[in-house]
């Protein structure tokens, strides 16, 4: 056990005050959660984690820590020291999670109350304002205000959805807190109501052991059915409540109007398309026919509404189809079926959610693009992305181009590109988006196939599986290096992903 650290006054500045959870209406789910922790943890650990701290790194976990003042709650305000007893930072306390504290503040010791809430909401609020400055056409009430690790508030999202805030905790270290940050949301953002979204871990855990319901409305009228926003002037619908991740993805906004620009006259395969968001913007773009295929009904009934409620953008001949089925299953019908497509768009989801789940993920990378531009007519378009953030970027960009020499097509890059503005990057795990913009060259003749690396005659394999729909959510992620330099030992989770790091 240590001793309560040399600096007093570090100590005496944390001591913010913690009132029971309030400011929720109607006996809400969060109302019932665990009243607030007054209590703070004093912790020593290793050097490597220690130095990780001091370079900005927002995670601790359970292994590098060397010593402890007492056992935590959940929620709990962690203060880790340096060797010589200085303040190096203060985080939330999770006992139950590998990744024990996710800082909140580094440097300089701070009272983390509902003024510091504010502060810390404002300046995520204030990243965001080129977006409500955009051109007449363009205009965006729906983006992600809160980018957990990235802004500052690690294993915490926050969506908004015109007047609609949606908050997503993937940790319940947050649960005590929701009393000073909902009245600094108010102030910084004021909305109708604010709808409670849960990681899938603390879902299952949530309501017996804290009474919270995923989907339950914080503050605000009770909600009955999908809410309305736009994004770059496209009407959109949201399911806020049951929908995937909190409802939209916000992530791929700035590759949607790029996906419009390539859209012109061309015939559309939306693969992975969820609520329609890529179809929706193709349309606009002029595409001539689009077909959005997506393993959930629901969603795709939402992407036909949104198709629908913005077809005064399209050209008027424009046809939208939609296809519930698996993707993998449904190119090859495709490709066996000869029908072909001039844009064809893959987003799927993370397919590696562990370390151990890389090279599998990076087979399936390397089938999927194999497929996709087997449907694409020659001089046509591949847009592909990875929101798999154990693989970076250069190991997905290579595996794609891989695939094509294998699959006899040549790529001549358009474009790499990554995060929307209202996804920053604020630590190296934290950049997750990927994605390649690629224009498709003739399919080579069998020898020269071969002559590049590729297996004439090999077709797609089948022994990489698509995991089932939203596992992302299942895990708290980080990215893997496939260059041989690895995250600071202290800085590394081992299981578990957290929000900051995903599609969150
Ligand atoms: N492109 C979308 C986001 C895609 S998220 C957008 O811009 O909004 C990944 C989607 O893949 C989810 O909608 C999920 O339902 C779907 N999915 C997962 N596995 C699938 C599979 N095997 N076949 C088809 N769709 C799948």
């Known amino acids: 056990m240590i ?17 029971p959870v309030k400011g929720q209406s109607r ?16 912790l020593r650990v290793a050097p490597e984690a220690e130095r990780a701290i001091r370079g900005g790194h927002p995670w601790l976990f359970e292994g590098s820590i060397r010593e402890q003042s007492r056992e935590g709650e959940a929620g709990d305000l962690a203060v880790v020291f340096d060797r010589k007893g200085r303040f190096l930072a203060v985080g939330l306390y999770d006992p139950d999670s590998t990744l024990r504290v996710r800082v909140l503040q580094h440097g300089k010791s701070a009272s983390i109350d509902e003024q510091w809430f504010e502060g810390r909401l404002a300046e995520a609020a204030q990243r965001r304002s080129p977006l409500l400055a955009l051109a007449p056409g363009w205009e965006t009430n729906g983006y992600r205000l809160v980018h957990g690790e990235n802004d500052g508030l690690p294993g915490l999202v926050i969506d908004r959805y015109d007047r609609t805030l949606v908050l997503k905790i993937y940790t319940p270290a947050w649960l005590p807190h929701l009393g000073e940050l909902l009245p600094a949301l108010a102030k910084v953002q004021p909305a109708e109501r604010v709808v409670l979204r849960l990681g899938r871990a603390l879902a299952l855990r949530g309501k017996a052991e804290y009474g919270l319901e995923d989907g339950s409305v914080l503050q605000g009228a009770p909600l009955d059915g999908p809410v309305l926003f736009r994004e770059n002037g496209l009407t959109f619908e949201a399911d806020v409540v049951h929908g995937q991740k909190t409802g939209f993805f916000f992530d791929q906004r700035d590759n949607r109007a790029r996906v419009q620009k390539l859209a012109r006259g061309k015939a559309v395969l939306n693969l992975f398309a969820y609520t329609g968001g890529f179809s929706v913007y193709a349309g606009r773009g002029g595409a001539r026919s689009v077909l959005s295929l997506d393993s959930s009904q629901p969603a795709l009934e939402a992407a036909k509404r949104n198709w629908d409620r913005n077809r005064a953008d399209y050209s008027a001949r424009a046809s939208h189809e939609i296809l519930a089925t698996d993707a993998f299953e449904q190119l090859e019908r495709i490709e066996k079926g000869g029908r072909r497509f001039e844009l064809v768009i893959v987003d799927p989801p993370a397919f590696a959610q562990e370390q151990s789940q890389v090279v599998q993920a990076l087979k399936s990378y390397d089938r999927l693009t194999q497929m996709s531009l087997a449907v694409v007519k020659p001089g046509g378009t591949l847009v592909i992305a990875s929101c ?14 891989r695939a094509a020499i294998r699959a006899g097509r040549s790529l001549r890059e358009i474009e790499r590109t990554g995060h929307a503005l209202d996804h920053p990057i604020g630590f190296r795990e934290g950049a997750y988006l990927k994605c390649l913009f690629a224009q498709v060259g003739e399919i080579a003749t069998p020898a020269k196939r071969a002559r590049h690396g590729g297996k004439p005659g090999a077709g797609p394999r089948k022994d990489s599986k698509v995991p089932e729909r939203d596992p992302n959510d299942t895990k708290l992620p980080t990215r893997a290096r496939h260059d041989g330099k690895s995250a600071p030992r202290g800085s590394r989770p081992k299981k578990t992903i957290p929000a900051g790091s995903q599609r969150g």
Request: proline share 9%; aromatic share 4%; hydrophobic share 30%.
């Open 27 to 42: 006996g809400s789910a969060a109302a019932s959660g665990p009243a607030t922790s007054e209590k703070r943890i004093a």
């Open 3 to 19: 001793k309560p650290p040399r600096t007093g006054a570090d100590h005496a500045r944390l001591q913010g005050s913690r009132p």
């Open 388 to 401: 798999s953030s154990r693989v970076d970027a250069e190991t997905f960009f290579d595996t794609v181009h």
